[in-house]
């Protein structure tokens, strides 16, 4: 993608027939995510923490014009495997098949907090939680028209490892250096998937997008020095819209020049902004050695077993 063929929401593909889920997508990139590919004609399941406000979400879509039966509302707690498993077994009774799964939601920096089965909860949200949902539905994106996974991680990933010796943050918790932790297991995650799919001839491609730096309203949920630098100073003075942070993962959700294994971000400046470009994942992050490690820890902590084998 050159300057010249800067990429935009009006080149996503018609998505008529196709079925996606959005997780996270009531608000920020998630909800940008859905309003697009529903204004294809792509029909979008909302997988929300909070069903109320998801209804709202979609009230205000249905507002904008996009027709209301292309909008379904289906409650997801990605800190809680059991909210996980429930969401799949929705997902089976409703659908034969599923086109596109966007493991977009996430928290960041909360003070130290864990979920439901006693797993941090940044890592159980951002990474935990979606790697159980894509085990739990990769069945249902195999049978889908072009199927693919895009797992949002962050450019943040480049700044830490993933500490296997303290996930939970029992010896030391600092908030931002976890969420840089569960952003570097996304790109793990992410990476390890594509091997493994690709290893077994799978039609699912495993895609991995970024935002740059986006007001998403995730910063202004932050704790601590986070809120005040993210949420109060750099949003309004750095950060783009989630119009244009969604635009990553659009293009990894839609366009068909996408292949397996690529990192989509943006192509401004240190990757803070801009159009959706291909950008460079950390060798940290793509080792094949972490990746067979987290994998093989995350299917023990999930209780999800992939059918696919290791590269």
């Excluded at 949200?125 to 949002?152: E, I, K, M, S």
């Excluded at 839609?254 to 990192?263: A, I, L, Q, Y």
Aim: glycine letters at 12%; proline letters at 6%; one cysteine or more.
């Amino acid at each position: 993608m050159t300057k010249k063929q800067r990429w935009t929401a009006d080149r996503i593909p018609d998505q008529t027939g196709r079925v996606s889920v959005v997780t996270g997508a009531n608000s920020g990139l998630g909800l940008a995510t859905t309003r697009e590919l529903a204004r294809r004609g792509g029909r979008v399941v909302l997988a929300v923490r909070d069903e109320g406000k998801g209804r709202r979400a979609v009230e205000g879509l249905v507002a904008e014009g996009i027709a209301s039966d292309l909008l379904d509302v289906c409650p997801l707690d990605l800190a809680d495997l059991d909210s996980v498993r429930a969401f799949a077994g929705r997902m089976r009774e409703d659908h034969s098949r599923l086109d596109v799964l966007v493991n977009n939601a996430g928290v960041m920096t909360p003070p130290r907090t864990l979920s439901a089965q006693g797993h941090e909860l940044q890592f159980a949200v951002n990474h935990l939680g979606h790697f159980a949902l894509t085990g739990l539905l990769l069945d249902l994106l195999a049978a889908g028209r072009g199927p693919r996974v895009v797992t949002v991680s962050s450019v943040n990933h480049r700044r830490k490892g993933l500490g296997f010796e303290d996930l939970d943050g029992g010896r030391g918790y600092a908030p931002m250096a976890f969420y840089d932790r569960s952003k570097f297991a996304n790109a793990v995650f992410g990476q390890e998937l594509h091997r493994r799919l690709t290893g077994i001839g799978s039609p699912v491609l495993g895609v991995l997008a970024h935002p740059g730096y986006t007001a998403t309203g995730l910063q202004g949920k932050a704790s601590g020095p986070a809120k005040v630098i993210f949420g109060h100073i750099g949003n309004p003075l750095f950060a783009q819209r989630p119009e244009r942070g969604a635009l990553p993962q659009l293009y990894a959700a839609t366009d068909p020049e996408v292949r397996s294994g690529e990192f989509i971000g943006p192509d401004g400046p240190a990757e803070l902004r801009g159009a959706p470009t291909r950008v460079r994942i950390s060798d940290a992050a793509a080792d094949p050695e972490t990746g067979r490690r987290l994998w093989e820890l995350s299917e023990r902590l999930a209780g999800v077993r992939f059918p696919v084998a290791a590269g």
